[in-house]
């Protein structure tokens, strides 16, 4: 029996000067345990006697004259708090609404355009644990993945959890908005974060966005520098991943060679005839259920595509840290400071599995 749910609970922060008498953690220090990958490089960052992550040289001294820095820091424009609707357009540059698909609900929930914006917290779910730790820290923007209200409701009383989840953000004035397939099929969405963990170059979209660029699309495809045998792929994506109780299924024999590979964070079981279209080895997705796995085993074509089954919630887990580098990058750009987050809060379902 095996379980992966009892970890810290957290916010990962990506930067904020004030972050640490909030009791954020700042990205410089070591990350917290929950929900992160089982070879955790990459997320944490490590740094040697200089202060430098490792591996980076440490900046040259005296290359450019104190006076000069001092007037270069005196000449720099301050950045500004930006507002609800500001954030909302840097949001839209990085994950274009116009990108979602039609039976999709994303963009924002709850919270005022003209509202100030100091702090953002990232999470996959905005459940009533992640939304009630976001309040508890002072946030003012949760962004999460999956939508709140994906379909219609007729009533938001809090007698239940969604409704008390809208309560307790509107009380809290604390806004939601929601990048759910606009932010798969962007440009370093979630797709291509998981193809680039598992070191595919080449890629392309499984299923090419209507109204988009042609890089942008639902999945992608692409290859491996060089072939590997089906365990050491898996074992790839299963270092990768957060830890959580469901781990990672193979369906392939274990020595089988794998070099194209398909990728499609969340569900993507139907998406298997643009995967045997691309003549991918191998297809790693989320929710894999049994009939559409055995019939896509059974039309398998010399055994592929093989199969990697990983969490929803932790395939999509991975992109967070990028979405809030990249939103803090663009709001930078636009003359604005925030403090931006990533919420450790392991939302998975499944608590403990047994095996055999």
Not at 87 to 100: F, R
Not at 116 to 136: G, H, Q, S, Y
Not at 198 to 204: A, I, K
């Amino acid at each position: 029996m095996q379980s992966n749910k009892q970890q810290t609970q957290g916010m990962r922060i990506v930067s904020g000067s004030d972050a640490a008498e909030n009791g954020f953690t700042d990205a410089s220090e070591t990350v917290t345990d929950a929900a992160l990958p089982n070879d955790s490089s990459g997320l944490s960052s490590g740094s040697g006697e200089t202060g430098q992550p490792e591996g980076v040289p440490a900046a040259s001294t005296g290359s450019l004259p104190v006076t000069d820095a001092l007037n270069e820091q005196e000449n720099e424009p301050a950045l500004s708090t930006p507002t609800l609707g500001q954030v909302m357009v840097a949001v839209e540059e990085l994950w274009p609404a116009s990108l979602a698909e039609s039976w999709d609900t994303v963009g924002p929930v709850v919270g005022r355009p003209e509202r100030k914006v100091k702090r953002i917290m990232f999470a996959v779910d905005p459940t009533l644990e992640v939304v009630a730790d976001a309040v508890a820290r002072g946030t003012d923007l949760l962004i999460t993945h999956h939508p709140l209200l994906l379909r219609p409701v007729n009533s938001v009383a809090a007698t239940g959890f969604k409704g008390e989840a809208v309560h307790l953000l509107i009380e809290s004035g604390c806004a939601l908005l929601t990048a759910h397939t606009n932010a798969d099929s962007a440009i370093g969405g979630v797709s291509d974060v998981l193809a680039d963990i598992f070191g595919l170059t080449d890629t392309q979209p499984l299923a090419p966005s209507k109204d988009g660029l042609p890089e942008e699309g639902i999945g992608r495809v692409g290859m491996l520098p060089e072939p590997l045998q089906l365990h050491e792929f898996a074992s790839r994506v299963f270092s990768a991943m957060p830890a959580v109780a469901g781990g990672v299924r193979v369906a392939g024999e274990r020595a089988g060679i794998v070099r194209k590979v398909a990728v499609c964070g969340g569900a993507g079981d139907s998406l298997f005839d643009a995967v045997r279209a691309a003549e991918a080895d191998v297809y790693v997705t989320a929710d894999l259920r049994h009939h559409p796995a055995s019939e896509a085993r059974e039309a398998a074509l010399n055994g592929k595509p093989y199969l990697i089954d990983v969490s929803h919630f932790a395939s999509e887990w991975l992109w967070l840290p990028t979405a809030a580098e990249s939103l803090k990058n663009v709001l930078q750009d636009l003359g604005h400071e925030v403090e931006v987050g990533v919420s450790a809060i392991n939302t998975d379902p499944w608590d403990f599995i047994l095996t055999p």
